[in-house]
């Protein structure tokens, strides 16, 4: 089945202790994104991968990090995660044709 | 991107067609309108996109106004299924890979039995 994989759903952290999302995608797509939503907010992009090794800011950059070694692979790593970081997380992936970007399943994340 | 503005709730019974309309009055030339849709918490599902012609897949029909300033998002025979959070977004490029898509506040659709 084609899909987006997060790991972990749920995570509760304490601040400051370094954690990575995973993220995986099984469709050989070149592009993937991460979201962050919050009540309010609506969903806001991270950070963005074209291809491998090949990363930009999106709009609420600041306190993460991504890395594009595997063109299937894109985690999302937080170095010092503070409690403003609590939010739900999602991963996308999309081939850059008409069928848009598929979202994983989300990750919540609590920094406490 | 151009900003859209949608209502922020809506019901619609059941069987019947859901319309939910969207304002993009500063869209340019070069935007699509993109439609998603976010049932609970689970991720956005993507449901149909255009730049000015009207569009039709399995899940839906998008109607585009001649001038472009707004659009209308059609469910042809909601069901219960169909009650989610309807995000329209208007954004530079139809490579769905690369553009930032700037996600709204949305439109909740509720349809009742």
């Known amino acids: 089945e084609a899909q987006v994989t997060q790991n972990p759903r749920y995570l509760i952290t304490v601040t400051g202790k370094k954690l990575t999302v995973t993220c995986s995608q099984n469709m050989n797509h070149e592009y993937m994104s991460w979201y962050r939503q919050d009540p309010g907010l609506g969903l806001r992009q991270i950070y963005y991968s074209m291809n491998v090794e090949v990363t930009d800011k999106g709009d609420v950059p600041e306190g993460y990090k991504v890395s594009r070694k595997e063109k299937r692979n894109f985690p999302l790593i937080l170095e010092s995660p503070s409690p403003n970081q609590t939010s739900l997380y999602f991963c996308?992936?999309?081939?850059?044709?008409?069928?848009?970007?598929?979202f994983g399943s989300g990750t919540r994340l609590t920094v406490v | 991107d151009a900003k859209t503005t949608q209502p922020p709730s809506m019901d619609c019974a059941e069987g019947r067609a859901a319309n939910l309309p969207c304002n993009h009055s500063t869209i340019s030339g070069n935007e699509y309108v993109y439609w998603y849709r976010q049932i609970h918490s689970q991720g956005p599902q993507y449901i149909i996109h255009g730049l000015k012609n009207n569009e039709t897949n399995e899940m839906a029909s998008l109607i585009i106004t001649e001038d472009r300033k707004s659009s209308t998002l059609i469910l042809p025979h909601a069901t219960l299924r169909d009650t989610a959070v309807y995000y329209c977004i208007a954004s530079p490029s139809s490579n769905f890979g690369n553009e930032k898509l700037t996600f709204g506040t949305g439109t909740r659709l509720t349809i009742i039995p």
């Open positions: 996308a992936s999309s081939s850059g044709t008409s069928y848009g970007y598929t």
